[in-house]
Structure formats: structure tokens, C-alpha cells
């Protein structure tokens, strides 16, 4: 079993940036993908971006450009670098792993984007 926890959410400004962190309890240079996703109030929960184990990165459409994923192996930690964040990027994050006939999900960061 593997587990994850996130880290890094908070209370900034629009314009400003953040780092989220998601640790996970086991490896994680084979996981199949990571990712991260997020839950607006009143929403659905969204893929905001991931990456496989090979470093391939997708994103969503409206982050893309802003936001940047990336992951240390050995640290066994996935980071998310949010720049030049909007009001509308107000959720919360949460971290998810894919190992295919199982997956994982953190319990979720709060960020919070207003002047």
C-alpha cells in the first residue's frame, strides 16, 4: 500500500505562486503515473496535470504554461510549482498515483487564491 501526503497548499494572491509537495510512504521511479488533480467547491474533481514514469508531462488546458510537474525519485516525492496563480484556481489539490491495477490518492491540500 502506498500512501501519499501533500503538502504546500495555502492562502496567496492572484499573481503569486506556490509549491505543492506530495510524499509518498513507497517508491515511486515505477509508478505508472502520478498526477495531480483538483476539487472546486460545487465541482467535479479535474486532472490539473501528470506525469509517467518515463517523464512525460500532460496538462490541463487552462494551467498549461503556468503550472509545472515534476517529481524526484529518489526523494520519492511529485511537486507541483504553481506560478502566476488566478482566483479560479482556488481548490483543493490532491495527489494521485496509477499503478495500473491500483491507485492512490493523498488527502487533498487547500489552496486558496484571493486578494
Known amino acids: 500500500q502506498v500512501q501519499l501526503v501533500e503538502s504546500g497548499g495555502g492562502l496567496v494572491q492572484p499573481g503569486g505562486s506556490l509549491r505543492l509537495s506530495c510524499t509518498s510512504s513507497?517508491?515511486?521511479?515505477?509508478?505508472?503515473?502520478m498526477g495531480w488533480y483538483r476539487q472546486a467547491p460545487g465541482k467535479e474533481r479535474e486532472l490539473v496535470a501528470g506525469?509517467?514514469?518515463?517523464?512525460?508531462?500532460n496538462y490541463e488546458d487552462s494551467v498549461r504554461g503556468r503550472f509545472t510537474i515534476s517529481k524526484d525519485n529518489v526523494k520519492r516525492t511529485l511537486y507541483l510549482q504553481m506560478n502566476d496563480l488566478k482566483v479560479e484556481d482556488t481548490a483543493v489539490y490532491y495527489c494521485?498515483?496509477?499503478?495500473?491495477?491500483?491507485?492512490?490518492w493523498g488527502q487533498g491540500t487547500p489552496v486558496t487564491v484571493s486578494s
Open positions: 494521485h498515483a496509477d499503478l495500473i491495477l491500483l491507485d492512490y
Open positions: 513507497g517508491p515511486i521511479a515505477r509508478i505508472n503515473r
Open positions: 506525469i509517467t514514469s518515463g517523464g512525460d508531462t
